[in-house]
Structure formats: structure tokens, C-alpha cells
């Protein structure tokens, strides 16, 4: 168990719907990552918080956004979902930044219908 | 353009052999390497992670390796075992403009190990 949380484990929703998936970071992780994962591709980068702020923005649709609460959980929102969506989302956290590890969370298995 | 190439894209040994996946990297300026082990639809978790002057670091069966001139790294399982099958992930750390790091992502080797 890596210490980041991530809910729901699976989503199912219809094309054009709007999704929230939640990441619990590791405690005291202050940074939090966001990733995608199509069928069989590899990891794409979607979005950098830390501490409450956004620090860097990878492949993100305008469609997707997030955000870090002062808690420091995360959110990511997807809108007008498309089936193209469909996907494994995971998040991840590490204590600050640098060269620092980052912990990967199960994943939320995000599927479009 | 940073980019994390592995290869092979994919492997099948059978138990008990050892093997060897491949890193190549153009990631710029480079902070650290990363290898992941990620498990069919489960979240990836880390093997190793190399700095700039770190040329060999184990962990168990896993030996990475890091040559930072030639922007390559390997990682080398021993003794394969059934539940080393996963794809094996190489990622490099850039240190971005901003002061922090931005991880690149290889597309990962999928290992097969054969009883």
C-alpha cells in the first residue's frame, strides 16, 4: 500500500458526462500528479500541484481540470466525456519536489459509454 | 524534445533466467532516472531511483544501471521469478524552469516470465 488514495476505483458513465475523481495524498505529501493511461499506452502526464498551487501542466484537455484543496487532497474533473476518455487515471504524491519519490495510488478505471 | 525510449516493447523468459531492459533518454537538464514495476491495472511502484553520479543501485533481484554521458540505463532482473511479469517503466526527471520536476514516462517494457 503506497499511501495515496484514490476514489472510485471504477466510474462508468455515458459520453458527454461530467466525472470527479478524488486523490488522497501520502501524509505530509505536499505534491500531487495526475496522470492517464489508455489501453496498453503508457503513462501520460496530465497535471503538477503543490502545496495548493498548479506547477505544471502536461497533456490536459481543456475539458479537464483539477484542483488541490487546503487539505491537500485532489480533484480531477472531466467534462464532456468522450469515449476516447476512457482510461486509467492515477494520481500520485511525493513530499515536495526535487528528487524526491513519488507514490502511485491504485488508479480510478474511468469507463466511457 | 524530452522523450524516454524503451525497448524491448515487450519480453517472454522463462523462470528462472535473467534479463535485461533498456533506457535510452534525452531528457534535459536530468535530475534523477526512475524504474517503476507496474502490475496489470494496478498503480506502478518504485524499484530504483538514480541521480547524475549514481552508477549502479540494487534492490533485490533488480539491478538498475545509469550511464549519464551516454543517456542510458538498464535494468537487469536475476533469477526471474512467475510474479516479476509486469511492465517495467523508465522515467526521467527534468528540473523545469519553475525549480521543480517534471517526470517523463517511457512507454514501459512488458515482461512475460514463462513457468
Known sequence: DSGVTQTPKHLITATGQRVTLRCSPRSGDLSVYWYQQSLDQGLQFLIQYYNGEERAKGNILERFSAQQFPDLHSELNLSSLELGDSALYFCASSPADGDTEAFFGQGTRLTVV | ?115
Not at chain 2, 32 to 37: D, F, G, I, T, V
Not at chain 2, 59 to 68: S, V
Not at chain 2, 97 to 102: D, L, R, S, V
Request: hydrophobic share 30%; with cysteine; glycine share 6%.
Open chain 2, 1 to 115: 524534445k524530452n522523450q524516454v525510449e524503451q525497448s524491448p516493447q515487450s519480453l517472454i523468459i522463462l523462470e528462472g533466467k535473467n534479463c535485461t531492459l533498456q533506457c535510452n533518454y534525452t531528457v534535459s537538464p536530468f535530475s534523477n532516472l526512475r524504474w517503476y514495476k507496474q502490475d496489470t491495472g494496478r498503480g506502478p511502484v518504485s524499484l530504483t531511483i538514480m541521480t547524475f553520479s549514481e552508477n549502479t543501485k540494487s534492490n533485490g533481484r533488480y539491478t538498475a544501471t545509469l550511464d549519464a554521458d551516454t543517456k542510458q540505463s538498464s535494468l537487469h532482473i536475476t533469477a526471474s521469478q512467475l510474479s516479476d511479469s509486469a511492465s517495467y517503466i523508465c522515467v526521467v526527471s527534468a528540473r523545469m524552469n519553475t525549480g521543480f520536476q517534471k517526470l517523463v514516462f517511457g512507454t514501459g517494457t512488458r515482461l512475460l516470465v514463462s513457468p
